[in-house]
């Protein structure tokens, strides 16, 4: 490593945007499906990692959706569950020295196939994340996920047990494709969260127009955005002013939207221009181990090609620990393994 990269690797960070799904090991892959008899293109490690993982960009959005078959087929058990929930924990914070990290997950994508109960699923998690909390000095959540590809009824459903667990969910997330399932479809359903005080994030402005993000924010209210690119593409400015005027934290996934092409190069991002207009900003892995990434690789990026200053990713990492969707004395915590003021 360069002294930048060695600086990057010790700094303590805090990641809000990351998909359990996309944290599933290969070796895990490989033995589970050793284990469950799963059907696998190979079980050569060096070939699957070729196939698992995605280092180039995909055709489209739902190309590169389509390459967690390999993950959702490994949710097999509770067990699994377990065990995947715990090595994402586990590599966030020995590999990156994550000191506040969201993780979340789709109960109806990550668990139909084996028939998993949800709420069995979801008292698995969290208990792994509260035991993790206690072995180590970061602090973690649960955001449970919405798949829009999954139907209206499925959302709902989400919904539902979102609001029946809302001691152990931090917070909501609607994910997948807003070009098929705009924001206007939910805008009844997610009333239930915010009466039950569970805040918003919502997979926004990563395809289709800028002016979905206006949309999503009239008809959600949400308090965080993911990814949010498309709003650079509005050249009035207004979609970037609403966004900083409805205080809407951007949780940006920089090599997540270079494979997805959401952006046409990591040089093209719109981070450093979303700062420059004083939006706030994070940075996030998405899938770490589906896009071969992790949290020290994106503020490389972001100081690298994407030219960020040092104060500008302190910046990033400051809205991190403000927008986060943890209870207070957690965000507290973490401020101060983060070093900010609490």
Request: proline share 4%.
């Amino acid at each position: 490593m360069n002294e930048t990269e060695k600086k990057i690797a010790a700094m303590p960070k805090a990641e809000l945007h990351r998909h359990i799904e996309g944290c599933v090991r290969v070796g895990t892959v490989l033995d589970l499906a050793r284990r469950h008899g799963l059907p696998l293109p190979t079980f050569d490690p060096a070939g699957l990692d070729r196939l698992y993982k995605l280092r180039a960009p995909g055709a489209t959005l739902a190309a590169v959706l389509g390459m967690f078959k390999m993950a959702q087929a490994s949710f097999v058990s509770y067990g699994a569950v377990e065990r995947i929930t715990f090595e994402a924990l586990e590599d966030a914070y020995k590999k990156e020295n994550i000191r506040l990290l969201e993780l979340r997950y789709s109960p109806d994508f990550m668990l139909k196939a084996r028939g998993l109960d949800w709420q069995k699923a979801q008292d698995l998690i969290n208990a792994t994340v509260q035991k993790f909390e206690k072995n180590s000095n970061m602090v973690a959540g649960v955001i449970v996920i919405a798949s829009r590809s999954h139907g209206l009824e499925s959302a709902l459903k989400t919904i539902d047990f979102a609001v029946k667990n809302r001691r152990s969910v931090i917070g909501f997330d609607l994910a997948d494709s807003e070009a098929d399932y705009p924001a206007s479809l939910y805008k009844e359903a997610v009333k239930k969260l915010h009466a039950a005080g569970i805040p918003l994030t919502v997979h926004s402005g990563e395809e289709g127009r800028y002016s979905q993000i206006t949309e999503a924010i009239t008809a959600l209210a949400p308090r965080r955005i993911g990814h949010g690119v498309k709003a650079a593409e509005d050249r009035t400015g207004r979609t970037m002013r609403r966004i900083k005027n409805s205080d809407i934290t951007v949780e940006t996934n920089p090599w997540s939207n270079y494979l997805t092409r959401a952006v046409p190069s990591i040089a093209a991002h719109p981070l450093k221009k979303f700062i420059a207009a004083g939006l706030r900003c994070t940075i996030g892995a998405d899938d770490p181990e589906i896009l071969d990434t992790h949290l020290n690789k994106e503020y490389a990026l972001a100081m690298g090609e994407m030219g960020l200053s040092p104060a500008e990713l302190l910046y990033t990492l400051k809205c991190a620990a403000e927008g986060s969707f943890l209870p207070a004395d957690k965000k507290q915590q973490a401020a101060k393994e983060l070093g900010f003021k609490a």
